[in-house]
């Protein structure tokens, strides 16, 4: 068997986010890995970045999914409430109905592991529409019975977003270096957190052997990281 064909076929699904691109450009830097992405629009790589890009509309994604036949799905697609045109039904066509069309398409192709970016309180029984709907998310990719499934709940993510920011966000942003001191024990999830950050973690979950369903938190999210790195600097 080849070098190429051992390494682990990852798909990035929104690979032009924060989360996507900063996971594309760890994953391409591991040679452990075959980073694959999928996204609506062009996605801006840093050069060099070792990866194979599939832009297509959502309609066709299912097709571009069973072509790429992934083993580890990272999906990292999500809209905002602005972008859906302030809509619930707006939002939930991305959130919901894209995220598990996504979903049951990789499965579809083979793949057996699938890793979701949702957020931080996330519960289908949240009177919070935002909350119930990634918690509502959650459940039916439980149902999809996927060898391993990390659900990845990170708190304010920090990074560039270009103008997808609100500016009640960016204002939280520039505040949580001191407001992330008032947080701790349970409070501790709510805590501002790098995307680069919950990237390298997802990568990280990526390569795991154990099968299960895994739910990670701010905490959990720098452990991985951190663990990851150091299989990296050992290796080298």
Same mark, same amino acid.
């Given at each position: ?28 830097? $591991? ?6 992405? %999928? ?20 309609? $066709? ?5 069973? &072509?790429?036949?992934? =083993? ?25 109905? +894209? ?9 579809? #192709? *083979?793949?057996?592991?699938?890793? =979701?970016?949702?957020?931080?309180? #996330? ?9 119930? &709907? ?12 996927? @060898?391993?499934?990390?659900?990845? /709940?990170?708190? +304010? ?12 966000? /960016?204002?939280? !942003? !520039?505040?949580?270096? %001191?407001?992330?001191?008032?947080? =701790? ?15 390298? #973690? ?10 299960? @369903?895994?739910? =990670?938190?701010?905490? *959990? ?10 299989? +990296?600097?050992?290796?080298?």
């Amino acid at each position: 068997m080849s070098e190429a064909a051992k390494r682990m076929r990852v798909l990035v699904v929104g690979a032009t986010g924060l989360i996507g691109g900063e996971a594309i450009a760890i994953g391409a830097a $591991d040679p452990r890995v075959r980073i694959l992405g %999928l996204s609506r629009r062009e996605a801006t790589l840093p050069p060099g970045t070792r990866a194979e890009m599939v832009v297509a509309d959502p309609q $066709d994604w299912a097709q571009a999914i069973r &072509t790429l036949k992934p =083993h580890v799905v990272i999906n990292a697609l999500g809209t905002t409430w602005r972008k859906s045109g302030k809509s619930e039904e707006g939002f939930r066509a991305v959130d919901v109905d +894209l995220v598990l069309e996504v979903a049951r398409a990789a499965k579809n #192709a *083979g793949a057996t592991d699938f890793i =979701h970016v949702s957020s931080v309180g #996330a519960a289908a029984s949240s009177s919070n529409f935002y909350l119930k &709907t990634k918690g509502e998310v959650e459940k039916a990719l439980t149902g999809l019975k996927f @060898r391993r499934l990390d659900i990845v /709940r990170p708190g +304010l993510l920090r990074g560039a977003r270009g103008g997808d920011r609100r500016l009640k966000e /960016r204002a939280a !942003i !520039i505040a949580s270096p %001191l407001t992330d001191l008032f947080l =701790h024990g349970g409070a501790r999830k709510f805590r501002s957190i790098r995307g680069s950050e919950v990237a390298t #973690a997802a990568i990280a979950f990526a390569l795991e052997k154990a099968g299960g @369903r895994f739910i =990670h938190e701010n905490d *959990g999210l720098h452990l991985a990281a951190k663990r990851y790195r150091r299989t +990296l600097e050992s290796a080298d």
